[in-house]
């Protein structure tokens, strides 16, 4: 849940694009056109989608966790399956009501649906998605890029979004193959995901280029917002692709490389953000924003001391002794 922080940060990166091509250039600053209560209520969105996919997986996976992991609070007896239903459902309602107040506000009714689209694929993905390899680690990359759109369904810069479907969806495919998952990924899968990838980035070009090559009539180049800032975040995609080197190199074990590498490559997201940020925003909103990826580090190393200490606590179990 520490990972929060990667959603919080998805979303703010997208509210500052969209108020920097919502401000005119005629001196009208980013505070005028950014508003505190969409900020507030773009973070409860954020916070109530993430909470509420990392709930329900907990739900699903309870007779699983019982038996793999059980100084879990489900299974452990902390928290009861009740209470687990009605906190899920909370921030599940908290999200929708977030995205029905932005929606108002906004004035774009297409924030709620984006919201509601985002909740289904994370309870598809809980449910079935997760089981179905390929697919799923197609859907992670789709959660990520609506729930980045959720802001701005405008698109002012669809590369944002788009590289942040691009990088989860890779990463996690590379993170199963690295932990050895089951079922094993093979080559059918690979070409699935990539194939999959593929196509929803080809169609997300092309339905932009013509909305507002044919719609608006901005030149194409406008239309795409190809500008020499992409560059950087280029550069951020080079970086990640050298710290996943880095990694598999230095440790050695395979599956603890693919842990690493998720989440190394989930806090990385962050860095995409800053860079978007500061190339078509500012660099002073930018670097308030790379204030999450401490924040958000920090966080997971406190949860993670934290679960080592509860586990601690707990009661010890055992196995009965085959005769």
């Given at each position: 849940?520490a990972?929060v922080?990667?959603?919080?940060?998805?979303?703010?990166?997208?509210l500052l694009?969209?108020?920097?091509?919502?401000?005119?250039?005629?001196?009208?600053?980013l505070?005028?056109v950014?508003?505190?209560?969409?900020?507030?209520v773009?973070?409860?969105?954020?916070?109530?989608l993430?909470?509420f996919?990392?709930?329900l997986n907990?739900?699903?996976d309870?007779r699983?966790?019982?038996?793999?992991?059980p100084?879990?609070?489900?299974?452990?007896?902390?928290i009861?399956?009740?209470t687990?239903?009605?906190?899920?459902?909370?921030?599940?309602?908290?999200?929708?009501?977030?995205g029905a107040?932005?929606?108002?506000?906004?004035?774009n009714?297409?924030?709620?649906?984006?919201?509601a689209g985002?909740g289904?694929?994370?309870?598809?993905?809980?449910?079935a998605?997760?089981?179905?390899?390929?697919?799923?680690l197609?859907?992670?990359?789709?959660i990520r890029?609506?729930?980045?759109?959720i802001?701005?369904?405008?698109?002012?810069?669809?590369?944002?979004?788009?590289l942040l479907?691009?990088?989860?969806?890779?990463?996690?495919?590379?993170?199963y193959q690295?932990?050895e998952?089951?079922?094993?990924?093979t080559?059918a899968?690979?070409?699935?995901?990539?194939?999959?990838?593929?196509?929803?980035?080809l169609?997300s070009?092309?339905?932009?280029?013509?909305?507002?090559?044919?719609?608006?009539?901005d030149?194409?180049?406008?239309?795409?917002r190809?500008?020499?800032m992409?560059?950087i975040?280029?550069?951020?995609?080079l970086?990640?692709?050298a710290?996943?080197i880095?990694?598999?190199?230095?440790?050695t074990?395979s599956?603890?490389?693919?842990?690493?590498?998720m989440l190394?490559?989930?806090?990385?997201?962050i860095v995409?953000d800053?860079a978007?940020?500061?190339?078509?925003?500012?660099w002073?909103?930018?670097?308030?924003?790379?204030?999450?990826?401490?924040l958000?580090?920090?966080?997971?190393?406190?949860?993670?001391?934290?679960g080592?200490?509860?586990?601690?606590?707990?009661?010890?179990?055992?196995k009965?002794a085959?005769a």
């Open positions: 849940m990972l922080f990667t959603a919080i940060s998805n979303s703010f990166a997208a694009l969209l108020a920097r091509w919502k401000a005119p250039e005629d001196g009208v600053s505070r005028q950014l508003q505190v209560e969409h900020v507030i773009i973070a409860l969105i954020s916070i109530g993430y909470g996919g990392m709930s907990d739900l699903i309870r699983r966790d019982s038996q793999l992991a100084h879990r609070p489900l299974p452990s007896g902390r009861g399956v009740v687990a239903h009605v906190i899920c459902v909370l921030l599940g309602l908290i999200a929708l009501v977030g107040l932005y929606s108002r506000w906004a004035g009714p297409m924030s709620f649906l984006l919201v985002t289904i694929l994370i309870a598809f993905y809980d449910l998605g997760k089981y179905l390899v390929a697919l799923g197609l859907t992670l990359g789709l890029f609506f729930h980045a759109t802001p701005a369904p405008e698109l002012p810069l669809l590369w944002h979004p788009l479907l691009n990088h989860v969806t890779v990463l996690s495919l590379i993170a690295w932990e998952k089951r079922p094993p990924l080559r899968h690979w070409w699935a995901v990539l194939s999959g990838l593929a196509t929803v980035n169609l070009v092309a339905l932009v280029w013509y909305r507002r090559t044919f719609l608006v009539d030149p194409w180049t406008e239309a795409l190809l500008e020499l992409l560059l975040p280029i550069a951020c995609v970086g990640f692709i710290l996943a880095y990694v598999r190199r230095t440790v074990n599956r603890e490389a693919g842990q690493t590498l190394y490559g989930l806090l990385w997201v995409y800053v978007f940020v500061g190339a078509f925003v500012g002073q909103p930018a670097l308030a924003l790379l204030v999450l990826l401490p958000a580090y920090a966080s997971v190393q406190l949860m993670r001391w934290w080592r200490l509860i586990a601690l606590s707990q009661r010890p179990g055992f009965r085959d």
